[in-house]
């Protein structure tokens, strides 16, 4: 089981696989943060290391976005003084389509933090 498996599955579910885990106490009490934290070990899942992939990914990928999202934004402009219509919907398809990449790479990199 990787990190990802563990995030995407249900407090309740998480609290099923402690249970089947003798060493964990407590379970009931955790929420979902600190099952994910205390299952970590127990399936050799690195948490740190996951982090700092993640923060890596994120970076890289941030800032190849933005400057995508500049460019853009410069042919959307010239677009616009064009009156080109379906060059703007195009361009502004394209930015919000990379901005929602962003977001979810922001939001891939908070959850890894666990």
Do not use: C, W, Y
């Amino acid at each position: 089981m990787e990190l990802r498996d563990l995030q995407r599955l249900t407090v309740t579910k998480l609290r099923e696989e402690a249970l089947q885990h003798q060493g964990l106490v407590g379970v009931h009490a955790m929420d979902k943060e600190e099952l994910i934290k205390a299952l970590a070990p127990i399936f050799g899942i690195d948490l740190e290391a996951a982090v700092r992939q993640a923060r890596a990914r994120f970076a890289t990928n941030k800032t190849t976005l933005k400057q995508e999202i500049r460019s853009i934004k410069t042919q959307r402009h010239e677009a616009l003084t064009a009156q080109d219509a379906t060059a703007l919907k195009q361009t502004r398809d394209r930015i919000k389509k990379r901005k929602r990449l962003l977001r979810r790479l922001a939001e891939q990199a908070r959850t890894a933090k666990v």
